[in-house]
C-alpha cells in the first residue's frame, strides 16, 4: 500500500536507499567480475522509491505556535535555489575543473561506467596501467557513471547537485522533526545550503566532482537517524560509509564505537550490521584492486576478522555499558581478546597494504618514526586548527557557534541529543588527529588542501547540532524539556 | 536556567550574519566566478586549462595525442607518475596509459588493444611514449 503521509520525508529518504540498493549490487557485481548493467541504476531507484512510499514512518511533530514572519520560508526558498542553481549550472556545463575531480573521480566514473567492462577490467586487472586513486571507493564513481550512461555526460553530472538537494532537505526535515518551528527549520536549511565552501569553484565543492559531499551526507544521514532513532536511517549511512572515501573507514569504526553509549541496542546493532556488510562488500574489491596480481588475501582476511570483532566488541562494550548482561565479564575478556589479535593481524596487514601504496597505512607505518618531528610541528596544529574552525569564508559561523555553545552548555537550557555532541566532537578530533598524522614537512599544504575538505565534511553534522539548540534557546516553547524529548517514535 | 535576553540576541545576530553574509557571496562566488571558470575551461580546452602551467611542449604533445591517435588504443608513459601525467591519463581517456618498462619492446599492444603509434611531423614514424617529469610532459618514439 502507497502511504501519503509525510510525503517531504519519505522523497527524502528515497536517495540513501536508492544509493545503498545500487551500491550493494554494484560491488557484489564487480567482486563476480560482471559487468554492471545501464537498467540497474534506475531500477534501483524504483525500488528506492517503492520502499520509501510503503514503509512506515513517524508523523512530523506538530507545533500549536510557529514563531517568524510567513515571508521567511520563501526567503530561505529564494537563496537556496540560488545556491542550488549555480552547482547545478557548473555541473551541467563542464566536467570537474579542478584537478582531482577531474584526473581521478570524473575519470573513474567513466572507467566504471555500464558497458565499460573490459576497460575498467584490463586497467584494474594488470600491474603497468595508470590507473589514478586506485584503492579508493568507488561509490561515487559508480553512481555518476551510471548516471552520465542513462542522462548524457553533461546531465549525468547532476547527480550531485541532486545529492546536495537532499541533503539540505535533510538537514531541514530533520530540524523539523527534533521539534523546530517551521520557520526555524527552513533558516536552518538555508544555513547549510549557503555555506561558502559547498558553493565555492574550488576543491570540495558541490560540482568539483571531489566526494566531500556524498561523504557529508552519509554522516548527516547517521547523526540525524541516531537522533531520529530510526534503525533504516543508521544502518543505510553505516553501509554506505565504507564506500565513499578511505577516511570514511576511520569514522564509521569510532562512530559505530561510541554508539551504544549515546544511544539505544537496536541502533547499535543496526549501525554496527551496516557497517560490517558494507567492507564486506568493499574490501574484497579493494584488495583485487590494490593486488592486481592476485596475490593478497589481506583485505579478505581484514574484512572476516574486523567486521567479525567489530560484531563481538560493539556487543561486549554495549552489554557492559548497560550492566545488564550476567556473563558481562567473560563477553568482556572475549572481545578484548579477538581485539588484541585483531590489531596483531592487522599490524601486518597494514604493512602489505603500505607496500602497495595505500596512504593512510603509509601514514600510520611511518608514524612512530617521525614522531619527535611531530610532536615539534604542534604549536603550527594548533594555530592551523584554530585557523579552520573560524574560517567564515568557507564555513560560515557553524563552527565558531558549535564551539561557542559548548563551551557556554552550562549556562544554557535545553542542550541537544548528547549523540550529536558526541559525533560532532569525534568528527573534529579525527580532522585534528588527520593532520598529526599527515607527513610533517607537507602540514602547511595538508591544511591549505585537505584540512579544509575534512572539516566541510561535517559542517551538516554541525548544523544539525546548532540549529535545534539556537532553535530551543530562541524559541523555548511551554515546556524547559530536552529537544529530543519531542522527537517522534522510532521508525 | 532560561537564556537571556542577551544571549538570544547574539543567537538571532549571528544566524542573520551567517545567513546574510553567505547569501552576499553566492552572486560573486558561486556565480560570477564559476561564470568566468566554465568560459575559461570550454575556451581553453582541459588539456590547457590544466596543463597550461607545465613546461613547454606539455600542452601540445598531449593535445597531439588526443587528436591524432585512435580512441581505442594504449600509449606508453616512461618516467614520474605523478603531476602531469595523471592529467593526461584523464585528458586521452579512453586511451589508456601503460607503463613502457613493463612492456617488452616488440609488444604491438595489451589484450588485443594497440599502442598508440602513427607519424608525428617532427618525431617521424613509431610508438609513441609519454616522457612523464616533475615539469611537464614530451613525446618521444620507443
Same mark, same amino acid.
Given at each position: 500500500?502507497?502511504? #501519503?503521509?509525510?510525503?517531504?520525508?519519505?522523497?527524502?529518504?528515497?536517495?540513501?536507499?536508492?544509493?545503498?540498493?545500487?551500491?550493494?549490487?554494484?560491488?557484489?557485481?564487480?567482486?563476480?567480475?560482471?559487468?554492471?548493467?545501464?537498467?540497474?541504476?534506475?531500477? +534501483? !531507484?524504483?525500488?528506492?522509491?517503492?520502499?520509501?512510499?510503503?514503509? #512506515?514512518?513517524?508523523?512530523?511533530?506538530?507545533?500549536?505556535?510557529?514563531?517568524?514572519?510567513?515571508?521567511?520560508? /520563501?526567503?530561505?526558498?529564494?537563496?537556496?535555489?540560488?545556491?542550488?542553481?549555480?552547482?547545478?549550472?557548473?555541473?551541467?556545463?563542464?566536467?570537474?575543473?579542478?584537478?582531482?575531480?577531474?584526473?581521478?573521480?570524473?575519470?573513474?566514473?567513466?572507467?566504471?561506467?555500464?558497458?565499460?567492462?573490459?576497460?575498467?577490467?584490463?586497467?584494474?586487472?594488470?600491474?603497468?596501467?595508470?590507473?589514478?586513486?586506485?584503492?579508493?571507493?568507488?561509490?561515487?564513481?559508480?553512481?555518476?557513471?551510471?548516471?552520465? @550512461?542513462?542522462?548524457?555526460?553533461?546531465?549525468?553530472?547532476?547527480?550531485?547537485?541532486?545529492?546536495?538537494?537532499?541533503?539540505?532537505?535533510? &538537514?531541514?526535515?530533520?530540524?523539523?522533526?527534533?521539534?523546530?518551528?517551521?520557520?526555524?527549520?527552513?533558516?536552518?536549511?538555508?544555513?547549510?545550503?549557503?555555506?561558502?565552501?559547498?558553493?565555492?569553484?574550488?576543491?570540495?565543492?558541490?560540482?568539483?566532482?571531489?566526494?566531500?559531499?556524498?561523504?557529508?551526507?552519509?554522516? +548527516?544521514?547517521?547523526?540525524?537517524?541516531?537522533?531520529?532513532?530510526?534503525?533504516?536511517?543508521?544502518?543505510?549511512?553505516?553501509?554506505?560509509?565504507?564506500?565513499?572515501?578511505?577516511?570514511?573507514?576511520?569514522?564509521?569504526?569510532?562512530?559505530?564505537?561510541? *554508539?551504544?553509549?549515546?544511544?539505544?541496542?537496536?541502533?547499535?546493532?543496526?549501525?554496527?550490521?551496516?557497517?560490517?556488510?558494507?567492507?564486506?562488500?568493499?574490501?574484497?574489491?579493494?584488495?583485487? !584492486?590494490?593486488?592486481?596480481? $592476485?596475490?593478497?588475501?589481506?583485505?579478505?582476511?581484514?574484512?572476516?576478522?574486523?567486521?567479525?570483532?567489530? &560484531?563481538?566488541?560493539?556487543?561486549?562494550?554495549?552489554?557492559?555499558?548497560?550492566?545488564?548482561?550476567?556473563?558481562?565479564?567473560?563477553?568482556?575478556?572475549?572481545?578484548?581478546?579477538?581485539?588484541?589479535?585483531?590489531?596483531?593481524?592487522?599490524?601486518?596487514?597494514?604493512?602489505?597494504?603500505?607496500?602497495?601504496?595505500?596512504?593512510?597505512?603509509?601514514?600510520?607505518?611511518? *608514524?612512530?618514526?617521525?614522531?619527535?618531528?611531530? !610532536?615539534?610541528?604542534?604549536?603550527?596544529?594548533?594555530?592551523?586548527?584554530?585557523?579552520?574552525?573560524?574560517?567564515?569564508?568557507?564555513?560560515?559561523?557553524?563552527?565558531? !557557534?558549535?564551539?561557542?555553545?559548548?563551551?557556554?552548555?552550562?549556562?544554557?537550557?535545553?542542550?541537544?541529543?548528547? @549523540? *550529536?555532541?558526541?559525533?560532532? $566532537?569525534?568528527?573534529?578530533?579525527?580532522?585534528?588527529?588527520?593532520?598529526?598524522?599527515?607527513?610533517?614537512?607537507?602540514?602547511?599544504?595538508?591544511?591549505?588542501?585537505?584540512?579544509?575538505?575534512?572539516?566541510?565534511? /561535517?559542517?551538516?553534522?554541525?548544523?544539525?547540532?546548532?540549529?535545534?539548540?539556537?532553535?530551543? *534557546?530562541?524559541?523555548?516553547?511551554?515546556?524547559?524539556?530536552?529537544? /529530543?524529548?519531542?522527537?517522534?517514535?522510532?521508525? | 536556567?532560561?537564556?537571556?535576553?542577551?544571549?538570544?540576541?547574539?543567537?538571532?545576530?549571528?544566524?542573520?550574519? =551567517?545567513?546574510?553574509?553567505?547569501?552576499?557571496?553566492?552572486?560573486?562566488?558561486?556565480?560570477?566566478?564559476?561564470?568566468?571558470?566554465?568560459?575559461?575551461?570550454?575556451?581553453?580546452?582541459?588539456?590547457?586549462?590544466?596543463?597550461?602551467?607545465?613546461?613547454?611542449?606539455?600542452?601540445?604533445?598531449?593535445?597531439?595525442?588526443?587528436?591524432?591517435?585512435?580512441?581505442?588504443?594504449?600509449?606508453?608513459?616512461?618516467?614520474?607518475?605523478?603531476?602531469?601525467?595523471?592529467?593526461?591519463? %584523464? %585528458?586521452?581517456?579512453?586511451?589508456?596509459?601503460?607503463?613502457?618498462?613493463?612492456?617488452?619492446?616488440?609488444?604491438?599492444?595489451?589484450?588485443?588493444?594497440?599502442?598508440?603509434?602513427?607519424? =608525428?611531423?617532427?618525431?617521424?614514424?613509431?610508438?609513441?611514449?609519454?616522457?612523464?617529469? %616533475?615539469?611537464?610532459?614530451?613525446?618521444?618514439?620507443?
Amino acid at each position: 500500500m502507497i502511504r #501519503t503521509d509525510a510525503i517531504g520525508w519519505r522523497f527524502t529518504l528515497v536517495l540513501p536507499l536508492w544509493l545503498a540498493l545500487f551500491g550493494l549490487v554494484s560491488h557484489l557485481l564487480l567482486i563476480a567480475g560482471v559487468g554492471i548493467p545501464v537498467v540497474l541504476f534506475p531500477a +534501483c !531507484l524504483v525500488v528506492a522509491a517503492a520502499v520509501a512510499l510503503r514503509i #512506515t514512518v513517524a508523523p512530523e511533530p506538530t507545533r500549536p505556535d510557529e514563531p517568524g514572519p510567513r515571508w521567511l520560508p /520563501w526567503v530561505c526558498v529564494a537563496l537556496l535555489a540560488a545556491a542550488v542553481g549555480a552547482v547545478g549550472y557548473g555541473a551541467l556545463a563542464t566536467g570537474p575543473r579542478i584537478w582531482d575531480g577531474f584526473v581521478s573521480w570524473s575519470l573513474r566514473a567513466d572507467l566504471y561506467a555500464p558497458g565499460n567492462e573490459q576497460l575498467a577490467r584490463l586497467s584494474t586487472s594488470r600491474p603497468g596501467f595508470f590507473v589514478h586513486s586506485r584503492s579508493y571507493p568507488l561509490l561515487q564513481p559508480l553512481c555518476v557513471g551510471a548516471s552520465r @550512461a542513462l542522462l548524457g555526460a553533461r546531465a549525468g553530472n547532476l547527480f550531485l547537485p541532486l545529492v546536495f538537494v537532499d541533503l539540505i532537505a535533510l &538537514v531541514g526535515q530533520s530540524g523539523r522533526r527534533l521539534g523546530m518551528p517551521k520557520s526555524h527549520a527552513w533558516v536552518l536549511a538555508a544555513c547549510f545550503g549557503t555555506t561558502p565552501m559547498w558553493l565555492s569553484t574550488g576543491s570540495g565543492g558541490v560540482d568539483s566532482g571531489y566526494a566531500e559531499l556524498l561523504l557529508g551526507y552519509a554522516l +548527516c544521514l547517521f547523526a540525524s537517524g541516531v537522533v531520529l532513532r530510526s534503525l533504516l536511517m543508521v544502518t543505510t549511512a553505516a553501509l554506505l560509509l565504507p564506500w565513499i572515501k578511505p577516511e570514511a573507514l576511520v569514522y564509521g569504526t569510532v562512530l559505530c564505537t561510541t *554508539l551504544p553509549f549515546v544511544a539505544d541496542r537496536r541502533l547499535h546493532l543496526a549501525a554496527t550490521a551496516g557497517f560490517a556488510a558494507g567492507l564486506i562488500a568493499w574490501l574484497p574489491l579493494a584488495d583485487q !584492486l590494490l593486488d592486481p596480481t $592476485g596475490s593478497g588475501s589481506s583485505a579478505y582476511l581484514l574484512a572476516a576478522i574486523a567486521s567479525s570483532t567489530f &560484531v563481538v566488541v560493539q556487543g561486549a562494550v554495549s552489554e557492559w555499558h548497560r550492566r545488564s548482561h550476567p556473563n558481562t565479564r567473560a563477553i568482556v575478556l572475549v572481545a578484548v581478546t579477538l581485539l588484541v589479535v585483531t590489531v596483531v593481524v592487522a599490524s601486518f596487514v597494514l604493512h602489505d597494504l603500505a607496500a602497495h601504496g595505500h596512504p593512510l597505512a603509509v601514514a600510520l607505518v611511518g *608514524l612512530p618514526s617521525s614522531l619527535p618531528e611531530r !610532536l615539534a610541528k604542534i604549536p603550527q596544529l594548533i594555530l592551523g586548527y584554530l585557523q579552520g574552525f573560524t574560517f567564515v569564508r568557507k564555513y560560515g559561523l557553524v563552527y565558531i !557557534l558549535a564551539i561557542a555553545l559548548l563551551v557556554l552548555r552550562r549556562r544554557l537550557t535545553r542542550p541537544p541529543d548528547p @549523540a *550529536l555532541l558526541v559525533f560532532l $566532537g569525534t568528527g573534529i578530533v579525527l580532522t585534528c588527529l588527520a593532520m598529526f598524522v599527515v607527513p610533517p614537512e607537507n602540514l602547511a599544504h595538508e591544511f591549505e588542501s585537505r584540512y579544509d575538505r575534512l572539516l566541510l565534511q /561535517w559542517t551538516a553534522v554541525a548544523w544539525l547540532m546548532v540549529g535545534p539548540w539556537v532553535s530551543a *534557546l530562541l524559541h523555548p516553547g511551554p515546556n524547559a524539556e530536552p529537544i /529530543w524529548a519531542n522527537r517522534p517514535p522510532a521508525a | 536556567m532560561t537564556p537571556t535576553r542577551t544571549i538570544q540576541r547574539v543567537l538571532v545576530v549571528a544566524i542573520a550574519f =551567517h545567513l546574510i553574509f553567505c547569501a552576499s557571496r553566492i552572486p560573486s562566488k558561486a556565480w560570477r566566478k564559476r561564470f568566468q571558470q566554465v568560459d575559461k575551461f570550454r575556451a581553453e580546452g582541459p588539456i590547457r586549462y590544466f596543463l597550461a602551467d607545465y613546461a613547454d611542449g606539455t600542452v601540445e604533445a598531449v593535445e597531439w595525442l588526443a587528436e591524432n591517435t585512435p580512441e581505442r588504443s594504449i600509449v606508453l608513459y616512461r618516467g614520474l607518475a605523478r603531476s602531469a601525467i595523471e592529467l593526461a591519463n %584523464a %585528458a586521452l581517456y579512453p586511451r589508456l596509459l601503460f607503463d613502457a618498462n613493463a612492456s617488452s619492446s616488440e609488444s604491438t599492444g595489451i589484450s588485443g588493444i594497440p599502442f598508440a603509434s602513427g607519424t =608525428h611531423p617532427t618525431l617521424g614514424t613509431g610508438t609513441f611514449v609519454l616522457i612523464s617529469s %616533475a615539469e611537464g610532459l614530451r613525446l618521444t618514439l620507443r
